[in-house]
């Protein structure tokens, strides 16, 4: 379940009716296993140590009181108890446990659960590897947009382009889980050549944007210096003009200074 909120106040109209609360709420599918992972992790020892085998209802009340403790100080932390044991009888959260817990079998009355860490994980990998297709990440243009901007959908780029994927396909599980186990799932794949390629490609990316305005500049300094010699090869011209023209007979310039010489009567 999603809210939606506009920026702007709404309301809806239905019949006769206005209802004040404007924003939309859309409910899509979730796989259980999202929901679980945060319930378990609450009741893993903080020393890292291995968990003990449960049976599944046991496991349960201690998680659902385990939150409780965590929320004791909000008035929702009863309602999420019951939230959690509501959640948790439902038969596709039940089937999910197998998916990221160690189960063993006692009786044919009595099995245990664990969860698993590293279960987990290769569940997560798995998902990611399944959504990785290009048909089903055709699905979502701005993910094919993304793909082809860095340049992973040309001709000679096949390798790229399926780590490209499945990068994409981690960066959509990752939106359900904790940084910490988002961080374990993107370093359980090797990207070492896509991040080089991405790295390489923004760097030359870079580099054009760079060179014109050097250019510009090279050449905006080039006919600086061009003006600069044209200016002195004029004067230079002007001046032996100078030096060439027959001055005999002209005043010198000095002469205009003297005072001038009184007249006798």
């Not at 349960?60 to 959640?87: M, P, Y």
């Not at 300094?221 to 023209?245: I, M």
Request: glycine fraction near 4%; charge should be positive.
């Amino acid at each position: 379940m999603q809210a939606v909120n506009p920026v702007d106040s709404r309301s809806w109209f239905l019949e006769n009716e206005i209802v004040s609360d404007g924003k939309l709420m859309l409910m899509t599918p979730v796989d259980p296993v999202f929901l679980l992972i945060p319930i378990l992790l609450c009741i893993q020892p903080s020393d890292g140590s291995t968990a003990r085998f449960q049976p599944l209802d046991d496991l349960l009340e201690e998680a659902a009181l385990a939150l409780q403790e965590q929320h004791r100080t909000r008035k929702e932390g009863q309602v999420l108890s019951e939230d959690v044991l509501r959640f948790t009888r439902l038969k596709c959260t039940r089937d999910a446990f197998k998916h990221i817990c160690d189960v063993k079998e006692i009786t044919e009355e009595i099995t245990v659960y664990r969860y698993s860490p590293e279960r987990t994980l290769e569940y997560l990998r798995l998902k990611a590897a399944r959504l990785s297709s290009l048909k089903t990440l055709e699905l979502s243009k701005s993910i094919v947009r993304d793909l082809a901007k860095d340049g992973l959908m040309e001709d000679g780029k096949e390798e790229l382009l399926q780590s490209g994927q499945l990068k994409a396909a981690c960066d959509l599980v990752g939106h359900y889980l904790s940084p910490g186990l988002r961080k374990l799932l993107y370093a359980s794949f090797d990207f070492t050549k896509l991040d080089t390629f991405l790295k390489n490609s923004a760097a030359e990316a870079m580099a054009l944007t760079t060179v014109p305005q050097n250019s510009d500049k090279a050449k905006a300094t080039g006919k600086s210096a061009g003006d600069k010699k044209r200016k002195a090869a004029k004067a230079s011209h002007g001046v032996e003009s100078l030096k060439k023209a027959n001055v005999s007979g002209m005043a010198k310039l000095s002469s205009f200074f003297k005072k001038a010489e009184k007249v006798s009567s």
